[in-house]
DNA sequence: AGGCAAATGTAGCACAGGCTACACATCGAT
DNA sequence: ATCGATGTGTAGCCTGTGCTACATTTGCCT
């Protein structure tokens, strides 16, 4: 039989982006850190996202559970492969979307603020378009 | 005093944006339901979002609680004034988004889909600079 | 009027992702 | 070596948002 082509309603879509986009924004997150520091703490999380550390150590765990990350008591935080591949392919649709908002002449703050939210729903049809237009440029 | 200018960040931005989220969707759904079809039901609402119709109670309820809907045991579901400013203001801003996706070259199905997530995270900054470019075209 | 299908309501469950309060571990400075 | 600050872990709480199972109500058809 054929591959069942399911056509996904748009608020299931939502939904379902909204379940990897704590993972995609934590191993970004991550990367970011253990690139300017050396190793990644629960402090540095708690601090990025403004939250408790204690909110830190829960979703923490869902990532290992994930397979994203590997973490030991009182040892910093480390990506998995899986986590390192996440981290690569977020940073680089993150940083697409922010581009482009500047190029429609949004400025560096809302363009900063408002990617951050958008890159998750951003479908690889969408991240097209706006390379093209960046390309174009 | 002067007002605190208020930095807030921007992970901090995009879980309130999340927290209206719902509220915008099922606004939005419960006047297009109302339009096309006179009156609006918790199964219309189900069958929309694809969930189940107790999911809709739920949600409905944190509706009224929170001023945008009336209800009545057994009875539709109406949109208070409120209801239906954050409506108006929800359509209006979704199909900026949508029609600016179509604008840069995405197709109707990815652009209906991905403006669904998109349009909650868009700063009035950003729906200015998409509604320029809408003008420029 | 009676009966059946559909809609609605309610009870009870699960998980994600927030929090505070408190306990314990680690590490640098003295 | 020890002490205090900082970091980490754990217990227990909350709300939001999803579900199934079952009870009740409504409304339409015969
Ligand atoms: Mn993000
Ligand atoms: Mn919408
Ligand atoms: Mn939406
Ligand atoms: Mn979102």
Redesign the pocket.
């Known amino acids: 039989m054929a591959t069942k082509k399911q056509k996904i309603n748009r608020h299931s879509r939502v ?1 379902s982006d909204h379940r990897t986009e ?1 993972a995609e924004d934590y191993v970004e997150a991550i990367a970011d850190i253990v690139d300017a520091s050396g190793t990644c ?3 540095d999380l708690a601090q990025q996202f403004q ?5 830190v ?3 923490i765990s ?1 990532l290992e559970r994930d397979g994203y990350v590997t ?1 030991a ?2 040892a910093p935080i480390e990506l998995t492969k899986a986590g390192r591949r996440l981290a690569e392919t977020s940073q680089q649709r993150h940083e697409v979307v922010f581009q482009f908002l500047l190029a429609i002449g949004v400025g560096e703050s809302a363009a900063a603020a408002d990617s951050e939210g958008i890159e998750h729903h951003v479908s690889p049809e969408t991240l097209a378009a706006m390379k093209a237009f960046l390309d174009e440029q």
């Open positions: 939904r704590l703490r629960a402090v939250v408790s550390h204690v909110t150590n829960r979703t869902r973490t008591p009182y």
